[in-house]
């Protein structure tokens, strides 16, 4: 089992900067990807980008060159940075893991961003 906790969401004004957390626990070892997904109201879940165990990252062409994402293995942390946001950024913020040889989904509880122009 994993346990992620995701935290840093609030209300940020057009062109400023978030930074999301999310932090693991349990049965970290197993984890193979991590990755933000992000929910706006009325619309569909859809991924934000991801982060292998290796540290490579993909994103979302919507996001790319304003969003990073990293890690700190120490801390078995997953950062979320959050560059020139928008007002079409706002939506709710999710961590997911992929863990074990089934790519098993975990997910963490969520946190509000919220853009305003």
């Known amino acids: 089992q994993v346990q992620l906790v995701e935290s840093g969401g609030g209300l940020v004004q057009a062109g400023g900067s978030l930074r999301l957390s999310c932090a693991a626990s349990?049965?970290?070892?197993?984890?193979?990807?991590m990755g933000w997904y992000r929910q706006a109201p009325g619309k569909q879940r859809e991924l934000v980008g991801t982060i292998t165990s290796g540290g490579r990252t993909n994103y979302v062409d919507s996001v790319l060159g304003r969003f990073t994402i990293s890690r700190d293995n120490a801390k078995n942390t997953v950062y979320l940075e959050m560059n020139s946001l928008k007002p079409e950024d706002t939506a709710v913020y999710y961590c997911n893991a992929l863990a074990g040889l089934t790519m098993k989904d975990y997910w963490g509880q969520g946190t509000q961003v919220t853009v305003s122009s």
């Open positions: 349990g049965s970290i070892f197993s984890i193979n990807a």
